[in-house]
């Protein structure tokens, strides 16, 4: 073990800040995007807010578990973690188990109901894929020039049974995101980027054939392609949401208020983004979109400096997982990509999102401390000496000077009374005459 693993490692203050910060105004926005609908189902405004702050409370505790895990612990958890995700999601098929959601033809298996707490496996499958592959990538670290393909997809059996599980649910856009996530890490790990463009081209017709596969996912297509022709079935959602974008404007309106709090139906899950710009206006979201890319931003920076190659790679797949369904989030909900169940991280309802977004966050903690001689710090400004007689003599210089007749050469007195000047600034500085800048 390298020194730099074993050498006592900082976390940074600003990211776990940035966490808490995210944390908070997640559950503002979530107030006020729940409440009238809290209340007209539940008789209750605070309720989904209510039992966000309990989701909010487990998370931050996972948080803290993880981050205190060592390098060599999470390590060890990566098979263990897989193992125990594939269990949990096949889980869900198991009748008395599994909860589904029944829509007009398909039925989705994706929650496990344990009576006093239902919870999704799909969304901590993301914390074992983390470790998981992160752990076996180091593993083949200077394999991949002679690694070929088939050997590639033989080590990815055990990831393709989860993603495969996954897909079954059906969960088609997490499934997308894990596989983007996934491919992100083996191009960072030193795969040949022909080979993996050739890998991700052969898997296109796979997905397209999905595609066709669930009928409902196809019917999204649609609906995506021209969500008005559809504004009254399918594309209802997306319609409002347009509709709420356009009246929040810029700073606004009355908090709880306007048309999609009254009409989006499940507003505060994944389309919870247009309900906060319909109260806060464009200013807000990007507000909220600055404390994202302020976390982002401060990761990638400490990551860069990280010389431990596991946490290099574990941080790296936290931080490509986690801001992947920012970006996924924000483009279905402004109608840029189909419509997929990819949630808001911090801001979304739902305990197993909110869990998770915590727990990578603590992974991305934990990959980004550094010893404190790595940390960057902000070089001090330089401290340059002028002299009096130097000032003095460059102050007439500032001021306009008419033209004037050349000087005649000095004489030996002059001579000797520049001589005496120049001396003179040459003697050291008192104290305290040190000029910053």
Request: glycine share 8%; charged share 15%.
């Amino acid at each position: 073990m390298s020194g730099a693993d074993t050498a006592v490692r900082k976390p940074d203050l600003w990211i776990f800040l940035n966490v808490l910060i995210l944390g908070g105004v997640g559950l503002m926005i979530l107030l006020s995007a729940s409440a009238l609908q809290a209340n007209l189902d539940l008789d209750d405004p605070y309720f989904y807010a209510r039992r966000q702050a309990v989701f909010s409370v487990a998370g931050i505790v996972g948080f803290f578990v993880i981050a205190r895990f060592s390098p060599g612990a999470l390590r060890k958890l990566a098979l263990p973690s897989m193992l125990v995700a594939l269990g949990l999601l096949l889980l869900v098929f198991v009748p008395g188990i599994g909860r589904s959601v029944a829509s007009s033809r398909d039925s989705f298996h994706r929650w496990i109901d344990l009576g006093f707490f239902s919870f999704q496996p799909s969304e901590f499958a993301k914390v074992a894929l983390v470790l998981y592959v992160s752990s076996m990538l180091l593993d083949r670290k200077g394999q991949f020039e002679q690694f070929s393909l088939k050997e590639l997809l033989r080590s990815f059996i055990l990831v393709g049974s989860v993603l495969a599980a996954i897909l079954l649910e059906p969960q088609y856009g997490t499934t997308l995101t894990l596989i983007s996530v996934i491919s992100i890490l083996i191009y960072v790990a030193g795969f040949p980027v022909l080979r993996l463009l050739l890998l991700g081209l052969s898997l296109l017709p796979i997905l397209a054939m999905l595609l066709v596969m669930w009928e409902y996912r196809f019917e999204r297509f649609q609906v995506w392609l021209d969500p008005y022709e559809y504004r009254y079935a399918g594309g209802y959602q997306l319609v409002t949401a347009f509709r709420a974008f356009g009246e929040g404007g810029w700073f606004g309106q009355e908090l709880a208020s306007g048309f999609g709090h009254r009409y989006l139906t499940f507003g505060h899950t994944d389309f919870v983004l247009a309900l906060f710009s319909e109260d806060f206006g464009f200013l807000g979201v990007a507000v909220l979109l600055g404390l994202y890319l302020s976390l982002l931003w401060r990761s990638i920076i400490l990551l860069r400096r990280q010389k431990n190659e596991y946490l290099f790679l574990l941080g790296a797949s936290a931080i490509t997982i986690l801001f992947l369904q920012v970006v996924v989030n924000l483009c279905v909900v402004t109608g840029l990509i189909p419509t997929t169940g990819i949630s808001l991280p911090f801001v979304s309802y739902g305990g197993s999102s909110l869990i998770v977004s915590y727990a990578l966050c603590g992974l991305i903690w934990q990959a980004t401390a550094l010893p404190e001689d790595a940390i960057p710090v902000r070089k001090p400004r330089k401290v340059v000496s002028v002299s009096k007689s130097d000032s003095m003599e460059t102050e007439p210089a500032t001021t306009q000077a008419s033209p004037a007749a050349p000087e005649p050469s000095p004489g030996p007195a002059t001579r000797n009374a520049t001589s005496a000047r120049r001396n003179e600034s040459e003697k050291p500085l008192p104290a305290g005459r040190a000029i910053k800048l």
